[in-house]
């Protein structure tokens, strides 16, 4: 008799623990099912505080940063071709300056020959930074043309975003060519968030996980 | 007192920081052969060489050039013997002339830079030096002339 209970436990328990596994992972398969629905989730960096993580906060915050990222005063210098951008337009930079290897320009046309460390005094003068370039060629971090999901992914990426960490991402919105988009002289209509708005949304937005929008 | 190295010489200007370097190289130390054009960056009449780059110095302030090598139209060569200037008399190229010290300082960075340009290299170059009265296809001429003279090694006087 006893033999034929321990028989008959040894028999149920695997039955038990199955159902209840299959259970758990029908919950896990549920929930990440539907975040697949809305999010992409982008994170490349290994370090992330995943207490924080918020997909939704994070992903609106994105929806700021873009509007600013999309602007001429930044995509002017991430254009999807060889050459900057200039005004409100976004039309070809005159005198057809080119990127160059480096996207500091070429020859006799190379950024700083106008664009001095400083704005030039005047309506529509040459802006100025001590920094002004493009990416270089062999990684161009285009924002033209980019949906919200493809600009999401492309900046998380350690391979397209020259290479920056969560860290190093952090600190780039708060470089001095980064700021210059809202300081570019007379004329110039800035991004259309404050710069401080800015860098709440870009710090939520990576801080809370770095989600891009869903395609 | 700001000190300033242009055309391999020392000069001492009494000039507020922020003046134009074309000012100062006009109308304090007296080289004229730089033009004032449009005063914005956009014209390339006022293309000097600071160390070595062809900056527009109606736009550049005088403080930028502390410390830096400036060269003009007057030091591109010691005796108008560049190869640049030789192919300008040769094929003639300007006509009224005004911007052709800023079109020679631009076309010098890209002869450094590239020995044999092609049509493509020299628009590249070039696109920013205005010319009103449209020498631009003898400009053309003159500077693939002029590579060709540098990499033959000719220099005359």
């Known amino acids: 008799m006893k033999q034929h209970l321990e028989i008959k436990t040894r028999s149920f328990l695997p039955v038990k623990t199955m159902i209840v596994v299959a259970g758990v992972l ?45 602007s001429p005063r930044c995509m002017n210098c991430h254009p999807a071709g060889d050459h900057p951008l200039q005004g409100d337009d976004s039309r070809i930079h005159t005198m057809n300056v080119r990127r160059g290897k480096l996207g500091t320009g070429v020859y006799a046309l190379k950024c700083s020959n106008c664009h001095q460390p400083t704005n030039v005094p005047g309506l529509h003068t040459p802006p100025g930074n001590p920094k002004w370039h493009l990416p270089p060629a062999d990684m161009k971090m285009v924002f033209q043309g980019k949906t919200p999901h493809q600009l999401a992914l492309q900046i998380m990426d350690y391979k397209q975003n020259g290479h920056k960490n969560k860290k190093q991402l952090l600190e780039h919105a708060r470089d001095t060519l980064v700021k210059a988009g809202w300081n570019m002289g007379e004329g110039y209509t800035p991004p259309p968030l404050s710069y401080d708005a800015f860098l709440t949304a870009w710090d939520t937005w990576i801080n809370k996980g770095a989600y891009a929008p869903k395609p | 007192m700001i000190s300033l190295n242009v055309n391999q010489k020392t000069y001492q200007v009494d000039a507020d920081p922020n003046t134009p370097l074309l000012w100062i190289i006009r109308d304090v130390i007296g080289l004229t052969g730089t033009k004032y054009g449009c005063g914005v960056a956009q014209c ?18 005088v403080s930028r050039a502390v410390g830096k090598k400036v060269v003009t139209i007057e030091g591109l060569s010691k005796n108008n013997n560049h190869p640049l200037q030789l192919a300008w008399q040769e094929i ?17 960075v890209l002869l450094r830079e590239n020995h044999n340009p092609t049509d493509k290299d020299i628009d590249d170059a070039m696109a920013g030096n205005i010319c009103r009265c449209g020498t631009y296809l003898r400009i053309r001429k003159a500077i693939h002339l002029a590579a060709e003279m540098q990499r033959k090694g000719i220099k005359n006087g």
């Open chain 2, 44 to 61: 390339g009449a006022c293309v000097v060489h600071m160390n070595g780059e062809a900056v527009r110095s109606c736009v550049t302030r």
């Open chain 2, 92 to 108: 003639d190229v300007p006509q009224c002339g005004y911007c052709h010290s800023g079109q020679l300082m631009s076309a010098a």
């Open chain 1, 26 to 70: 029908a919950v896990i398969v549920v929930t990440t099912s539907g975040f697949k629905d809305k999010y992409s989730f982008t994170n490349t960096d290994a370090i992330y505080d995943d207490i924080n993580k918020d997909s939704i906060e994070s992903v609106e915050a994105f929806m700021q940063v873009y509007k600013v990222l999309m």
